[in-house]
């Protein structure tokens, strides 16, 4: 496999970023979906629409999911025939060890306009309305799909939580907020809960002084236990409140995606 799609689909960590936000018009003027412009790298037109809804099936670990196009973050730069897999292969189909994708909230559609050029969480796409509040998209790696929790190097979110205050020295304190344990002293603000029922276990970081950025981040470890399904998401922390319909939004894909998969292999 190239380089270039091992960095594509490896389960990555999401770095923290802030980004300006698109200014405020009636309509967006971008054009909406994808071609290639002869180096590799996707750019936008209004012809090729129909590439952002073309399915393609991947191989994460074992798992078999048909995932559209438009859902890849970012659009990749290689032939899709080098990281996608042919399910007529049966187990000797091409395996890659995470992917990653994004979706706007509250609708969980697909993104038209590409991660790597419009990294900002409310971008303006052509055809449609300025985002408006509750609108967003957050971006999502897969890095557990319905693993044995003892498979080596799953990540656990209770114990990242738990190390991350251990790292404190004792200067921290817990408080409740949005259904979760949040800590009160540290360079950041940490969210954390142990899994119960049907809802997952969790470790959220979060700036300490989101005013001094734009557009901050919160970066959350989710784990269905009783799923065995693990997922790093980044979300803007103006959205910390809603973080359980985040988690569920990119639960709701997968799951959407896996039976996309098993249907019409």
């Given amino acids: 496999m190239s380089s270039a799609a091992i960095v594509f689909l490896a389960v990555s960590s999401i770095s923290f970023m802030s980004f300006v936000p698109a200014m405020a018009a009636p309509k967006c003027e971008h054009t909406s979906a994808v071609s290639s412009n002869g180096a590799g790298k996707p750019v936008l037109t209004d012809s090729a629409a129909h590439l952002l809804s073309e399915e393609h099936f ?31 292969d049966g187990d000797a189909t091409h395996k890659i060890p995470g992917l990653a994708f994004a979706f706007w909230m509250p609708n969980l559609r697909y993104s038209e306009l590409d991660r790597f050029n419009t990294p900002w969480y409310r971008p303006c796409e052509k055809g449609r309305t300025i ?6 998209i957050v ?8 693993l044995p929790l003892d498979t080596p190097g ?59 950025f734009l557009n901050p981040s ?16 980044r979300f803007p922390q103006s959205e910390i409140s809603n973080w359980s319909d985040i988690a569920v939004g990119a639960r709701t894909l997968l799951y959407r995606w896996r039976e996309n998969a098993y249907l019409h292999q």
């Fill in 58 to 88: 991947f191989n994460v670990r074992g798992t078999l999911l048909k995932v559209p196009f438009g859902y890849l973050n970012p659009w990749p730069s290689t032939h899709l025939e080098k990281i996608a897999a042919n399910p007529k």
């Fill in 139 to 146: 971006e999502a790696s897969l890095s557990s799909p319905w």
């Fill in 154 to 212: 799953l990540q656990l979110p209770a114990q990242s939580f738990n190390k991350r205050i251990a790292r404190q020295n004792g200067d921290m304190k817990l408080a409740a907020e949005f259904g979760l344990r949040r800590t009160t002293g540290g360079p950041f603000i940490l969210y954390g809960a142990e899994a119960s029922g049907d809802d997952p276990e969790v470790s959220v970081r979060c700036w300490r002084e989101p005013q001094e």
């Fill in 131 to 136: 985002p408006q509040d509750g609108e967003y």
């Fill in 218 to 233: 919160c970066l959350g470890e989710f784990l269905w236990r009783n799923d065995r399904l693990g997922l790093t998401i």
